[in-house]
């Protein structure tokens, strides 16, 4: 089946600790994403990558780190520097070209990470 | 700045009551307005509005976008317990390629 997955489900830092999130999709998609989610809040862009082995920085991008080595895989670092992590993260992929395509992006299932 | 505002935040209905749930904006360079639903997990995909005044539908649901007033409604008749989630609203027109989001609005639905 295609799709996104996003793992792991659950994920705990400790203070001072880098942690990483995966991010894998299937879909043949060009550009992906990563959205940190708060409670109340809308979904806000850390950082996209429209192409592989390039990546920019969205709204809230420090203290985060990512990679785009493959087509299918963005990883993203939560690191010691980001002093509030804990959220729900969503990644999420959209086929590059115009119209409805593009701009539809398909989210992953999402990582929780707390904070120990 | 760029925005999107939902409203209201929050609703609660009883099964079959029809409920509309708004999505404003205030954008530079619009393209296209997205609906999703989140329920637990992972936003789902519901209409993509490009047009002004054509109307989308899907079963229940249906949305529709005026472009000169700059917002879209999202509609839900004869609601149904399963139709509780959070809507969110997202706009799609950076030169980021992302979306913008609103903050959602969490509709529950009472048998």
């Known amino acids: 089946d295609g799709g996104i997955t996003q793992s792991p489900k659950y994920l705990f830092r400790k203070e001072g600790q880098n942690v990483t999130l995966s991010c894998e999709q299937n879909?043949?998609?060009?550009?992906m994403y990563w959205y940190r989610q708060d409670p109340g809040q809308g979904l806000r862009l850390i950082y996209y990558s429209q192409i592989v082995n390039d990546f920019q920085k969205g709204d809230i991008a420090e203290g985060y780190s990512v990679s785009r080595e493959k087509k299918e895989s963005f990883p993203l670092t939560v690191t010691s520097a980001q002093k509030n992590p804990t959220a729900f993260y969503l990644c999420?992929?959209?086929?590059?070209?115009?119209?409805?395509?593009?701009?539809?992006?398909?989210f992953g299932p999402g990582t929780r990470l707390l904070v120990l | 700045e760029d925005k999107v505002v939902q409203s209201p935040l929050s609703l609660v209905v009883h099964e079959g009551d029809t409920v509309t749930l708004n999505c404003s904006y205030e954008v530079t360079n619009f393209r296209s307005l997205l609906w999703y639903k989140q329920e637990k997990k992972a936003p789902t995909f519901l209409f993509m509005l490009?047009?002004?005044?054509i109307e989308k539908k899907s079963g229940r649901l249906s949305s529709i976008l005026d472009k000169k007033e700059l917002f879209s409604i999202l509609n839900i008749t004869a609601t149904q317990t399963g139709d509780s989630a959070v809507y969110l609203c997202a706009y799609a027109g950076g030169s980021q390629g992302n979306l913008i989001f609103g903050k959602g609005t969490k509709l529950s639905v009472k048998p």
């Open positions: 490009t047009s002004s005044g």
């Open positions: 999420a992929s959209s086929m590059d070209g115009r119209g409805e395509v593009r701009e539809t992006q398909y």
């Open positions: 879909l043949n998609h060009d550009a």
